[in-house]
C-alpha cells in the first residue's frame, strides 16, 4: 500500500508547497504580534488600488466565458467517456455543490451584507430608506450570484475535461495540456500546482476563520462564552480535530453525508425564518430583487468606481467597490481551485451543458432564497419596527452578531441560535475535510484517493492558517489573505480559458471528419459484432466541402493500417471485448426480446403478422399485412473504441468499449441511446414512435 502512495507522491509540488504554509504559521506565531489590523489594512488598500480592476474585467470575462460554452455547440461534449454516467443523483450533487461552494460565508454575510448595504449604500444613496432596501439586495445577489458559481465552472469545467474525457490527471496544471503540452510535468507545471494549493489553503482559511467568529459569537449571544480571540482559536482546534475523523471517512461516507445533513439543517432553519417572518413580502422582494438584478448586470459587473476614487480626500479611504466586490471576487478566486476540483471530482459523467446548468444555475437560486430569506427579514424588522430591531446596531458591533440579532426578534430564539451555530460547525467540517482532499489531490499528482497522511496534514495546516490570520488582524487579515493569494491564480484561470478553447476547438475539427474507432479484435463477425470501423456522425454540424478541408494528409495509411492483412492476423479476444459481448447478449434477452414479444402479442390481436428474427447482438421485429411488410423496426448493439484525434498522444488504444444500443429502419437510423438508458417501456414507446411516423400520424 505504501508503494503504490509513494508512486502518486510528487515531492516537488508537497515540500514546496506545504513548506511555504509551514513557514507562513510559524513566522506568523513568532512576529504576528507585532501585525496589526491597520497594518493588514495597507496591504489589502494597496492590492486593491493597483490590481482591482485585474479583478473587475477578469470575473466579467469568466461570465461570459461560461454563458458563452452554454449556448455552443461545445455543450453537447460528455465530461467523460462517452458511455459514462454520472455517479451522484442530481440532489446529492446539488447538495455537495453548494455545500462545499458557499457553507460559511453565506451564513456569515447573509445578514449582514445587506444589513451593510441598507445602512451605508453606495454613490451617495441615503440610508436607510426604500431605494437603499431596494439595492442592499440587488447588491448582495451581485457579489454571491452569477459570477461567484462562473469562477468556480472555469476551473472545474477544465479540469473534468481534460481529467476524464482526455486521461490527464486530475490537477491544475493538466487544464493547461494544450497550451504547455509535456511541460505540464516539468517545474512551469509544478509552479501552477504550488500556486493553486497555496491561494486554496488561503482561501479555506478566509472561511474558517469567518465560522469560528460567529460560532463565537453564538456563544456570547447566549451568554456561554465571550467571543476572544482565544475562544477562536479553541473552537478551530475542536472543529479541525471532527474535520480530520470526516477526512479519514472518506468521500462517500464523510464528505456525502455532512453535506446531505447540512443542507437539511440549514434548509430547515431556512424554512423557519420565512415562515416565522414577513413571508409575503420576502416572495415579493425575491421576485423584485431577481428582476433588479438582471437589469443591472451589466453595469455593476465594470463597475471600478474610477472616478471616485480620484475625488478630494477619497484617495486614502477604500471606495465601495475595493471594500465589498474586489474582495468578494478574490475570495471566490482564491476558492476556485479547491470548489472547481471538488465539483470537477463529482460530476464526471455530464455533459457540458449540463454542468454549466447545474453549477451555474441551481446554487445561484438557492443562494438567492437564501439571501432574500434572511437578509431581507433583516430589512423588514429594521424599516417597521418603531425603535428598531437592533440589528444595525448588532452588525455595527461585529458582522459575525447579525445573523443572532435576527434571531433574537423571533421565536425559539434560543434554539435557532443553537441550531444556526450546528450549521456553521457542520459547514466548517464540510469545507475543510473537501479541501484537505482536494489539495493531497494536486499534492499527489491527480491521484483520486490520495493518502490519509496527506489529507490529515493538509486539515490540520488548514486550521493552523485561519487560527494565525485570527490572531494577527481578525477580519481584515482573513480577506487580505484571501485577495493577495488570489492575484497569481487570476492570471493562470485566464490561461485555463484560452486552453479549454484550444482543446475543445482541437475536438471539434476532430469530429468533422467523424469520428473513427479501433477495431475491436475480431474473429469471426458472428461472434464478435464489432465492426472493424464504424464511422459516427452524431455530432457532424459541417457538411460538403468544410468536412472534406478538414480530413488528414495522412488518412490512407491509416486506413491501411486498420485493415490491411497484418491487423487481421493480430486480431486477438480482449477481456473487454468479452465483457462487452456479455452486456450486449444479456441486453437483447432481458430487454430488447421480451419487449419486442410483448408487442407481437399485441400487434397480432389487431391482424398483423410478426417475425422477430434474432442474431447473437441483433434483433429484428417485421410487421406484416397480408403477407408484405408494413414496417420494419430493429435494435443492433454496438461496440467500439474511440480512437483519440484531439490529443493521439494521450491515447495507448486500450479501454473499456463503448457499448450502445442502436435502431435500424427502413428509412435509416433512429434512436441512438447507451445500452443503460434502454429498457423494455422505453423500446415499446420508441417503437410506437416510429410507427406511427411511419403510418402518417
Known amino acids: 500500500m505504501l508503494a503504490r502512495h509513494l508512486k502518486h507522491f510528487n515531492p516537488t509540488v508537497t515540500l514546496v508547497s506545504g513548506g511555504l504554509v ?17 497594518d493588514w489594512w495597507q496591504v489589502r488598500h494597496a492590492i486593491t488600488d493597483w490590481l482591482g480592476w485585474l479583478y473587475i474585467v477578469s470575473v466579467g470575462f469568466f461570465l461570459l466565458f461560461v454563458l458563452y460554452l452554454w449556448v455552443s455547440p461545445f455543450g453537447r461534449i460528455k465530461l467523460g467517456r462517452d458511455d459514462d454516467e454520472p455517479e451522484f443523483t442530481n440532489l446529492t450533487w446539488f447538495a455537495m455543490l453548494f455545500s462545499a ?41 451581485f457579489h454571491w450570484g452569477l459570477h461567484a458559481w462562473a469562477i468556480y465552472i472555469v476551473v472545474g469545467l477544465a479540469l473534468s475535461y481534460f481529467a476524464f474525457r482526455h486521461g490527464l490527471p486530475l490537477t491544475i496544471r493538466s487544464t493547461l495540456y494544450p497550451l504547455l503540452g509535456k511541460h505540464i510535468h ?57 474535520a480530520t475523523i470526516s477526512v479519514v471517512s472518506g468521500l462517500k461516507v464523510g464528505i456525502r453525508r455532512l453535506s446531505e445533513a447540512n443542507l437539511v439543517l440549514g434548509l430547515l432553519l431556512l424554512l423557519f425564518v420565512l415562515i416565522a417572518g414577513p413571508t409575503i413580502f420576502l416572495l415579493s422582494m425575491l421576485i423584485q430583487s431577481i428582476g433588479h438584478y438582471v437589469s443591472s448586470l451589466a453595469t455593476l459587473t465594470f463597475r471600478t468606481e474610477a472616478v471616485l476614487s480620484i475625488m478630494p480626500g477619497q484617495e486614502d479611504e477604500p471606495t465601495w467597490g475595493q471594500w465589498w466586490t474586489m474582495f468578494y471576487w478574490a475570495w471566490w478566486i482564491s476558492w476556485a481551485p479547491f470548489v472547481g476540483m471538488f465539483i470537477a471530482r463529482i460530476s464526471r459523467g455530464r455533459t457540458i451543458r449540463q454542468f454549466i446548468t447545474g453549477v451555474l444555475l441551481v446554487p445561484t437560486i438557492l443562494t438567492f432564497i437564501w439571501l432574500v430569506v434572511f437578509g431581507g427579514s433583516a430589512i423588514y424588522m429594521e424599516m417597521t419596527q418603531p425603535d428598531g ?62 493518502p490519509m497522511a496527506g489529507r490529515i496534514f493538509w486539515a490540520v495546516t488548514e486550521g493552523a492558517v485561519a487560527a494565525v490570520l485570527l490572531l494577527t488582524g481578525g477580519l481584515i487579515a482573513l480577506q487580505t489573505g484571501a485577495i493577495a493569494t488570489a492575484i497569481p491564480f487570476t492570471l493562470i484561470m485566464l490561461l485555463i480559458c484560452w486552453s479549454l478553447v484550444k482543446g475543445l476547438r482541437a475536438e471539434r475539427k476532430a469530429s468533422l471528419v467523424g469520428a473513427t474507432f479501433t477495431a475491436s479484435p475480431r474473429t469471426t463477425l458472428e461472434a464478435q ?33 486498420m485493415l490491411g492483412p497484418k491487423a487481421e492476423a493480430t486480431a486477438t479476444l480482449t477481456p473487454e471485448v468479452q465483457q462487452a459481448q456479455q452486456r450486449m447478449a444479456e441486453f437483447v434477452e432481458k430487454t430488447v426480446l ?65 457499448v450502445r ?9 433512429g434512436a441512438n441511446r447507451p445500452m443503460s438508458e434502454w429498457s423494455r417501456e422505453i423500446i415499446i414507446r420508441d417503437f410506437l414512435n416510429e410507427y406511427s411516423k411511419w403510418m402518417g400520424w
Open 529 to 561: 459484432r464489432l465492426d472493424p470501423i464504424v464511422v459516427d456522425t452524431s455530432d457532424l454540424e459541417a457538411e460538403g466541402e468544410a468536412a472534406a478541408e478538414s480530413v488528414p494528409d495522412d488518412w490512407r495509411p491509416f486506413l491501411q493500417r
Open 661 to 669: 444500443g442502436e435502431v435500424v429502419l427502413r428509412g435509416g437510423m
Open 101 to 141: 461552494g458557499m457553507g460559511i460565508g453565506l451564513l456569515f454575510w447573509s445578514v449582514a451584507e445587506p444589513i451593510a448595504h441598507f445602512t451605508a449604500p453606495p454613490g451617495g444613496m441615503e440610508g436607510e430608506s426604500e431605494t437603499a432596501a431596494r439595492h442592499a439586495m440587488t447588491l448582495t445577489f
Open 389 to 450: 430591531a437592533g440589528i444595525i446596531t448588532a452588525s455595527g458591533e461585529g458582522p459575525e452578531l447579525a445573523l443572532f440579532a435576527l434571531l433574537g426578534n423571533l421565536p425559539w430564539d434560543t434554539v435557532t441560535a443553537i441550531v444556526a451555530m450546528i450549521v456553521i460547525a457542520t459547514y466548517f467540517v464540510t469545507s475543510s475535510d473537501s479541501a484537505s482532499l482536494v489539495v493531497d489531490i494536486l499534492a499527489t499528482d491527480g491521484n483520486p484517493n490520495p
Open 22 to 38: 509551514l513557514l507562513f504559521v510559524v513566522l506568523g506565531a513568532l512576529f504576528g504580534g507585532n501585525w496589526t489590523e491597520n
Open 186 to 242: 516539468g517545474p512551469i507545471g509544478y509552479a501552477v500546482e504550488i500556486l493553486a494549493i497555496f491561494g486554496t489553503i488561503f482561501g479555506v482559511a478566509t472561511s474558517l476563520g469567518l465560522g469560528v467568529q460567529q460560532i463565537g459569537g453564538g456563544l456570547a449571544y447566549l451568554g456561554v462564552a465571550e467571543n476572544t480571540p482565544g475562544l477562536q482559536v479553541v473552537l478551530i482546534a475542536i472543529i479541525t480535530a471532527i
Open 594 to 658: 421480451p419487449a419486442f414479444k410483448t408487442l407481437r402479442n399485441e400487434l397480432q390481436q389487431h391482424g398483423r403478422q410478426i417475425e422477430i428474427d434474432r442474431l447473437p447482438y441483433h434483433v429484428a421485429l417485421r410487421v406484416l399485412r397480408d403477407g408484405d411488410e408494413e414496417f420494419f423496426y430493429a435494435i443492433r448493439c454496438r461496440a467500439y473504441r474511440r480512437r483519440v484525434l484531439t490529443f493521439p498522444e494521450l491515447s495507448d488504444g486500450t479501454g473499456k468499449p463503448i
